[in-house]
């Protein structure tokens, strides 16, 4: 009985972890609040980028939205879920690409007009530097 109870709570346990995984691998749209007239264009998993001292930076995972406004971050894990970054098109001044760490060629910079730099990581960064220089020009 307790060999058979053991592995009951060693089944729900493993089908909690797939759920877990399932459930990480897919976007939220539901997590972004829009502003009236807003849509979101295209929504992905990446990272926000803080520098901590000289050369050493802070990864902080979450989801883009990048929207017919602007370009909002949004913390989704336990260390970054208090980050929230939105920049309106209109704003940005440059986005160049840079790299992460050394070799990793995947990382954006958006400086805005006041001067504030944010570094990003997604994949197919090209796709997403290209909407938003299209959307700075239309904003």
């Known amino acids: 009985m307790i060999s058979l ?3 009951l709570v060693g089944f729900l346990f ?18 972004f609040e829009l502003e009236d007239g807003e ?3 295209e929504l992905v998993k990446g990272d926000y980028w803080v520098k901590e001292l000289l050369w ?3 990864q902080n995972s979450g989801e883009f939205a990048f929207t017919n406004k602007r370009v909002i971050f949004k913390g ?4 970054s879920a208090d980050k929230f970054i939105s920049i309106p098109y209109s704003e940005i001044l440059s986005i160049e690409k840079t ?3 050394l070799f990793f060629p995947v990382a954006f910079k958006i400086t805005t007009k006041d001067n504030q730099t944010y ?3 997604v994949m197919k960064r090209d796709k997403y530097i290209d909407l938003m220089k299209q959307m700075a020009q239309n904003n």
Do not use: C, D
């Not at 797939?18 to 997590?31: C, D, G, V």
């Open 5 to 7: 109870l053991g592995n």
């Open 99 to 101: 790299f992460v760490g």
């Open 119 to 121: 570094k990003f990581a």
């Open 56 to 58: 050493q930076e802070k």
């Open 39 to 41: 849509e979101i264009l």
């Open 76 to 79: 989704m894990f336990l260390n």
């Open 14 to 31: 493993f089908i909690g972890i797939i759920y877990l995984i399932i459930n990480s691998m897919k976007t939220h749209p539901e997590a």
